[in-house]
């Protein structure tokens, strides 16, 4: 048996694996985010730590066999976060997230003081990655900054709690801007452009090998065997291109969570930082990836849902009954927390325009859902100004829950998107295969991509008319960008 732990936003999520590569049981805990001032967001890594515990007991008692005889624990996580440890290893402060804006003003100071940044780190400097967090508090927090003794991303403190080790997987460091992208190791000119040494920072192991072997005292709490070894683990997606099964240069998939992800398996390191696309390191040796990320994707249903008091069945039960929203409806920009591909703007803001006396609820419902999908297109269109065409995309994450949102994704984009049994485990199927890999288990064997339950094939007509809508979308984010 295989348990994968994935760390993300809104819950930790644990899937167990077993020998044949089934999902035996899953289970989760929430979380809750901080947002103190305008632009921040935070957590606290103690509330990381519970819900996991929580999550870990949920499995227990509903398979307690089958989680007795975990072999091998996967992590995965929510990338970008700024751990930040004292010499006790103590955290010095809440954890600065991923969907953290604050640090916009030192994205140009990092640019300044690392004229090679975008060909060693592969992408540009933007407030979500964690460099420029670490220069907002040397800045802001110089007291703080003084007694950092390590620097660690989410996952990797969840780590530090299951075997006492400091260590990373390059998927998950590419996304710090420390890290030489095309070595897969850190960058001491990087490094000293934030301040920081490579003492300070975990020590790397691919994502498909052992990092360290649970806690006696954990493994006997948790009533496992000894020598539970621990994968390097992955950043979230990487994490779920292992869970999907994409693997080999080409393959591709959206993943629909908190944020909104296009994700391109490469065989070779391919930066295009101009058009805002990531180049990472994927979670296998000799493999590389191109992302585009919009910050705000399922989480815009989620804010939607909360603010007009209902929940997400029955607000798409209200739109499939509706088939006239794509005329009547408003536009709606997504930028709830600003954006990244393309625009690499944290002040870009969420908007509904056009609202009318008669627009009614499941127009709304229907607007978000479909500026969702017009982010994805505009980072589609990024991935193929950096030379990467893509056919057909697996779509995974909790929005892949939603035929509807399949289908306006395909007709958006153009191009057929695939469902598959187990996509909304995202990363934490990844983290479970990525476990079985480190004791031993083969790609070949582990990293199958699931049986399609669901093709949908973009209809012409839906895609004229959407592609009408699509540029009034890009227009009025181009009349209000600064305003």
Not at 32 to 43: D, F
Not at 227 to 246: F, K, R, W
Not at 428 to 443: F, K
């Amino acid at each position: 048996m295989y348990l994968g732990i994935d760390l993300g936003t809104s819950e930790v999520k644990l899937l167990l694996l077993d020998g044949n590569g089934n999902v035996v049981g899953t289970s989760g805990a929430a979380l809750t985010l901080s947002t103190p001032q305008p632009l921040w967001s935070e957590q606290n890594p103690a509330d990381w730590w519970r819900a996991t515990g929580e999550a870990v007991s949920r499995l227990r008692t509903a398979h307690p066999n089958a989680f007795a005889a975990v072999r091998g624990i996967g992590l995965s996580g929510q990338m970008h976060g700024a751990v930040l440890l004292g010499a006790r290893d103590e955290v010095l402060r809440p954890a600065i997230l991923w969907n953290d804006g604050r640090s916009h003003a030192e994205c140009a100071e990092l640019e300044a003081a690392a004229p090679r940044l975008h060909d060693i780190a592969g992408n540009l400097a933007m407030p979500g990655f964690t460099a420029p967090k670490l220069l907002w508090v040397r800045r802001h927090e110089p007291e703080v900054f003084a007694q950092v003794r390590s620097v660690l991303l989410p996952k990797d403190w969840l780590r530090l709690q299951l075997c006492g080790d400091k260590v990373s997987d390059p998927s998950d460091a590419a996304g710090t801007l420390w890290l030489d992208v095309a070595r897969r190791d850190w960058s001491d000119e990087l490094l000293a452009a934030c301040g920081l040494m490579r003492e300070q920072m975990p020590r790397l192991v691919e994502s498909n090998q052992p990092s360290g072997v649970l806690k006696p005292e954990l493994a006997k709490a948790w009533g496992l065997g000894p020598e539970v070894v621990i994968a390097g683990g992955a950043g979230d997606n990487a994490a779920s291109a292992i869970g999907i099964g994409a693997v080999a240069p080409g393959d591709g998939f959206i993943s629909l969570g908190t944020s909104g992800v296009l994700f391109i398996v490469n065989d070779r390191y391919r930066p295009n930082p101009a058009s805002a696309v990531h180049a990472f390191c994927h979670a296998l040796p000799q493999r590389w990836h191109q992302m585009s990320v919009m910050l705000s994707a399922a989480s815009c249903l989620r804010w939607f849902c909360q603010l007009v008091g209902a929940d997400e069945a029955t607000l798409l039960a209200e739109l499939s009954a509706n088939d006239s929203a794509v005329i009547s409806a408003p536009i709606f920009l997504p930028y709830l927390a600003g954006e990244r591909t393309p625009h690499n703007d944290p002040f870009a803001p969420g908007v509904f325009h056009g609202l009318k006396a008669h627009t009614t609820r499941a127009d709304c419902t229907y607007a978000v859902l479909e500026g969702v999908a017009f982010g994805l297109a505009d980072g589609l269109d990024a991935l193929r100004a950096a030379g990467t065409e893509v056919r057909r995309l697996s779509l995974v994450g909790g929005g892949s829950r939603s035929q509807f949102w399949a289908q306006l994704i395909a007709d958006a984009l153009d191009i057929d998107i695939a469902l598959h049994s187990g996509g909304e485990a995202g990363g934490a199927l990844g983290a479970a295969r990525l476990g079985w890999l480190a004791v031993g288990g083969s790609a070949e064997t582990a990293c199958t991509r699931p049986p399609v339950t669901a093709l949908f094939s973009p209809d012409a007509g839906r895609h004229a008319r959407l592609t009408t809508r699509l540029a009034l979308f890009r227009d009025l984010y181009r009349r209000l960008r600064g305003a």
